[in-house]
C-alpha cells in the first residue's frame, strides 16, 4: 500500500505532529515514511511496535534501501508531483535519492 501526499495546506501544519508533504509505503510488518521537506526517512515495524514509537531507519539500512526503492519506482512510474524548495525552485529528490 502507497500512500502519496505532496502538498502543504496553509502556514500552520505542526510538522511534529507528522503533517506536511510525505509519501509512505507500508509492505508486510513495515512502515516506510518519507517527509519531503526535511527529507527525513522513518521506518517502523507496525507488527511489533503498533503506535511507530521505535524508528528503525538507521539500524535497518537494507531494509530502508529497498522500501525507498520501491516507493520511488511506484512515483516515478505515474509521474508523481513533487514539492520544490520555494527559495530556489529545486525540485526535492526522492526517497531513494537521499
Do not use: C
Not at 31 to 52: A, C, F, G, P
Not at 55 to 82: F, G, I, N
Amino acid at each position: 500500500m502507497i500512500w502519496h501526499f505532496p502538498n502543504l495546506w496553509g502556514e500552520s501544519q505542526n510538522k511534529e505532529e507528522g503533517y506536511g508533504a510525505y509519501s509512505a509505503i507500508l509492505k508486510g510488518d513495515y512502515h516506510l515514511i518519507y517527509t519531503w521537506e526535511t527529507r527525513q526517512i522513518r521506518l517502523y515495524n507496525v507488527k511489533k511496535d503498533i503506535s511507530e514509537q521505535n524508528d528503525l531507519a538507521q539500524t535497518m539500512p537494507d531494509k530502508v534501501k529497498e522500501l525507498t526503492a520501491e516507493l520511488s519506482d511506484y512515483l516515478r512510474e505515474r509521474d508523481a508531483q513533487r514539492l520544490s524548495l520555494k527559495a530556489t525552485g529545486e525540485v526535492i529528490p526522492f526517497p531513494d535519492e537521499q
